[in-house]
């Protein structure tokens, strides 16, 4: 796929917020939050960083990208079908009943899905399989791997973390995306997981730590992250919940509840 | 019958996974710090580039499972039943079972068997949680030569199985040339007046009772029903129609095994009376295999009892 440049992705990123606004409006539920804090990680790999193929989506040779956080999945949704995956026309088709839009992404369902999830804290290990299948094969592809503040609270993630340490587990580069809360309230009055950073240094993985809205330093990050022989990459992307719609921005409210007939039309407004 | 110990079928499943590693290349084995215990040791140390030891971390074995098969491998994943299936089984549930994906499940040390090491170590629920998986295979070889053949069968299949083997070392019921096929039940006797359907250990209890009951002038069927699901609900129909009593022996839980998915089936397509012999909605102890065994209920003479009671004798 050709390669966006900076500008361009910036205007992807607000195209694919526009996308996530109206779905999870039309369908009246969906977790518009968590899914605004990671569009520019989804928007720069689909558009810049991975190699992949809209029209032959089973390509052996693809960079993959597991949404661990399955909650997101109008992010991943929106991203893929600005890709090329399918008709754009079809996200409000979103948790429709017979649609491949599944509440929580569907393997099965959907081309360019690489995992099904939604049962927090399995994708990093779902991604240490096919960097290790990558690695049995001889092959280049890189595994991407999105997971969340919360889904640190999860043991699984810290299996994973161990385990991908210990086999020297490369061409796997997750991010973490660290908007600061979870369903209940922030993260720091549920489980505070801090030091974040510390801790994934601590289980040996190779970490950087960017702005998540930041679309030259996710490019820049993965960039470097590639260059990392021997190791797993961590990159603790520091986000806002909701960004990018004010009312949203920093406002737990909006975790899983989607926003009114009203709140759609000011938030379209707000990303014209 | 002679009661000539075999080897476990956990021996047979390691040394089956020799075979297989040379038939698919596809095959990755993967175990969770239990390998010279479950026997996946035995394909580590022939092929270490294809064996990954995760440590002791159940919930993870199955997701990196999850990530290999998508990328067309198929992994064989090990380790006690027990710690398994239940520490493994969100991940079972979404990953592999919702996502379709080709992952062999082997959990060891299934039943009350394994003896000495007590109840923490005893799965006995393990094929009512893996049942509930949509499209899942369930399998419970009798003994070694079954094993082998079940394994190889499980490697040709695809789509999600588990397969359970055993500790102590398995008498062996079958001769050598006998074909196994996932979901067919393997008819080891025939008889008019009762059908005992029985997996793992409990096959070579039923010839045993089986015999007994023929001294008494009671004629009975004996079936190593080695898949739970999918069922052979052929076979199941015939005997039950051409007996009438279906007494059904597992060394799980009465709950959700073998007997419950037996019991849904005839209740639908043809009611006849039945017996059940499995482990009374208990955990067990400590102690010796045999004496487990007697101790909880799963002998032969208990599967006599059971059979004369439906037969109201």
Redesign the interface.
Known sequence: MEKLSVEQLKAKAKLVRRHIVEMTGAAASGHPGGSLSCTEMLVALYFNLMEHNPQDPQWPDRDRLILSKGHASPALYSALAEAGYFDPKTLTDFRKLGSPLQGHPDRRKLPGVEASTGSLGQGLSMGIGMALARRLDNKNYYTYVITSDGEMNEGQTWEAAAMAAHHKVDHLIAFLDYNKFQLDDSTKNICDMEPVVEKWKAFRWHTFEIDGHDIKEVLHAVEKAKKVKGEPVMIIAHTVKGKGVSFMEHNNAFHGVAPTKDQVQQALKELA | MERKLGKATRDAYGEALLEIAKIHPEV?VMDADLSKATKSVIFADQFP??F?N??I?E??L????????????I?FISSFASFLVSKGF??F???VA???LNVKVVGSHGGISVGEDGASQMAIEDIALMTSLPGFVVIVPSDALSTRALILETAKYVGPVYLRTGRPKAPVVHRAGTEFKIGKGVRLREGKDVTILANGLEVFEALEAAERLAEDGISASVIDMHTVKPLDTELILEEAKRTGHVLVCEEHQIWGGLGSAVATFLAKKHPCKMGFVAIQDTFAESGKSDELLEKYGLTYPHIIKAAKKILGR
């Open positions: 990755v580039k294809r990954i995760v440590g971390q919930a993870n199955v997701g990196v499972a999850v990530g290999l098969a998508s990328c067309g491998k992994p969100d991940q549930r979404m990953g919702f996502s379709e």
